[in-house]
């Protein structure tokens, strides 16, 4: 190409080069890392509280079932403490919404939801009878290894962002459900099996939904505040069963809260995304009101 005419980064005209050809003003459009991100340590320690409280509720999960199954709690008892903390927890969720102006407008009415209530308690309560004797034909080795993964998937295909107001994601609702039912179908009667699945609704779906407008409303102060009270909770609930579930619950707060963040932020710098015009071509259609 020396003496000859500039070279044009086209492949419908002959330039006397093959198309792999490329000269030296091909990489001044090189850009590098155009829209990272600068972290905190704090505000990374502070974000991170959103999984833990997720892990936490899936350990207060476990916690309640090892009670039920060792006949240390009533089941009628779990359905009227939860059924009043949910009826609490519901007119604290209406006076969030009316306070942040961000919330959509939904059309649903109290009565609305009191029958949606109504329905999913009575159909629950029918259904017992048929969970508790689900799986007998299953081993409880079995039922325990199903169960943990389903609860790891809900951990794993959470939705921790809180933009959405919407219940959890379906894969993440449909593995504690699930997880639910395995362990209702080893418990001792019908009301144990719906005072699970009962408690896993309102924990797995009910729960996040109060928690991400919580999230948004409350400031920094109020989410490590809200953090510190449901780990201790849910430490002094694990400890109470059993020494090495707390241990492992403690190790696991440590683990994702201080260490994850530090490790984020020390492999942060050799992220190294470039640009250039190699980037495929992304067509944007305009729509114009005629």
């Known amino acids: 190409m020396a003496g000859g005419p500039k070279w044009r980064k086209i492949l419908y005209e002959n330039q006397g080069v093959p198309d792999n050809y490329v000269d030296k003003s091909f990489l001044e459009e090189l850009q590098k890392n155009l829209y990272t991100r ?4 704090q505000s990374l320690v502070v974000e991170s509280g959103i999984i833990t409280q997720q892990l936490s509720s899936v350990c207060i999960f476990v916690v309640s079932f090892m009670y039920m199954e ?3 709690l009533s089941p009628q008892f ?7 903390t949910t009826l609490a927890l519901y007119f604290v969720n209406i006076w969030l919404t009316t306070c942040t102006h961000q919330e959509e407008k939904s059309h649903r009415t109290y009565v609305d ?9 009575g159909v629950s309560f029918i259904l017992s009878p048929v969970l508790v004797s689900l799986t007998e034909t299953i081993s409880t080795d079995t039922i325990y290894a199903m169960t943990t993964i389903m609860l790891l998937a809900n951990l794993l295909c959470h939705d921790y ?10 894969l993440s609702l449909s593995g504690a459900i699930f997880a639910s039912v395995c362990l209702a179908s080893r418990l001792h009667t019908t009301w144990h099996a719906f005072a699970t699945v009962t408690f896993s ?10 928690r991400r407008r919580l999230q948004r409303y409350f400031s920094t102060g109020g989410q490590v505040a809200m953090t510190t009270v449901i780990t201790a909770a849910t430490f002094s609930a694990a400890a109470s069963i059993t020494a090495v579930g707390a241990v492992l619950y403690s190790l696991a707060f440590v683990f994702i809260t201080f260490i994850c963040p530090a490790w984020l932020i020390a492999l942060y710098p050799y992220k190294n995304n470039i640009y250039g015009p190699w980037d495929e071509a992304e067509i944007k259609e305009e729509i114009h009101n005629r």
Not at 78 to 84: D, F, I, K, N, Q
Not at 113 to 121: E, G, S, W
């Open 38 to 41: 600068t972290y905190s340590y």
């Open 70 to 72: 060792e006949k240390s």
């Open 78 to 84: 779990l359905v009227l403490v939860t059924s009043l």
């Open 113 to 121: 939801d009191v029958k949606t209530a109504m329905m999913y308690l």
């Open 161 to 170: 962002t809180a933009a959405s107001n919407r219940v959890p994601g379906a």
């Open 201 to 210: 609704f309102q924990l797995f779906a009910l729960w996040p939904v109060l």
